[in-house]
């Protein structure tokens, strides 16, 4: 049995989860609602205010989707109680990041601003030099930061750019002086 497959999701007080037909699962809660298909051969089975996954059988496929169909589920159940967040940090003389209305406007060094628009659902604070995205989707977050963060990765150099609030950037040593004849 998966370790992680096994473990009952607890469902808070406030949150609605349904199955549909082809294993679609919507879950409703304070934060939004969310949509995903899980995969069909994992089944869930509610009891009182648990849901465990099972699977249909020990076959290599089976086992493989058990873990993945419940972290799934969980990451739905927390995302529309509590919600997921990622930070990053912009580095570097001269960049900064600023909101004009919802749209987060990037000065990273090119001669022209970079805009991103968030998606629907998400949402982009900034303080100081700290960007954070939030929202109830963990995938759609996760990307969302990622896209940031390639608008200027951190150089190896001078650690210069966007990067995740914790990351630790190796740092390369420059060039040598070298002796002339």
């Known amino acids: 049995m998966s370790r992680i497959g096994r473990r009952p999701i607890p469902v808070p007080a406030g949150v609605e989860v349904s199955f549909d037909e082809r294993n679609f699962c919507t879950v409703k809660g ?3 609602t969310l949509r ?3 995969p069909p051969m994992i089944e869930f ?3 009182g205010l648990t849901i465990n996954a099972k699977r249909q059988s020990d076959s290599k ?3 493989s989707q058990h873990g993945l169909a419940r972290t799934l589920l969980d990451n739905m159940v927390v995302g529309v109680t509590s919600g997921f967040s ?3 940090e912009v ?3 001269g960049y900064r990041a600023v909101m004009q209305g919802k749209q987060l406007v990037l000065n990273v060094g090119y001669s022209h601003q970079v805009f991103v628009d968030p998606p629907e659902g998400l949402a982009i604070e900034v303080q100081g030099n700290k960007i954070t995205v939030s929202g109830s989707d963990k995938q759609k977050v996760g990307q969302l930061a990622a896209e940031i963060r390639e608008k200027r990765p951190p150089e190896p150099y001078k650690g210069k750019g966007i990067k995740y609030a914790g990351e630790v950037i190796r740092r390369k040593e420059g ?3 070298g002796k002339k004849k």
Request: glycine share 14%; net charge positive.
């Open 36 to 38: 995903q298909q899980l």
């Open 61 to 63: 496929e089976h086992r």
């Open 30 to 32: 304070p934060k939004g």
């Open 175 to 177: 060039k040598t002086g």
């Open 91 to 93: 580095n570097g003389v």
């Open 45 to 47: 089975e509610k009891d």
């Open 86 to 88: 990622k930070q990053l």
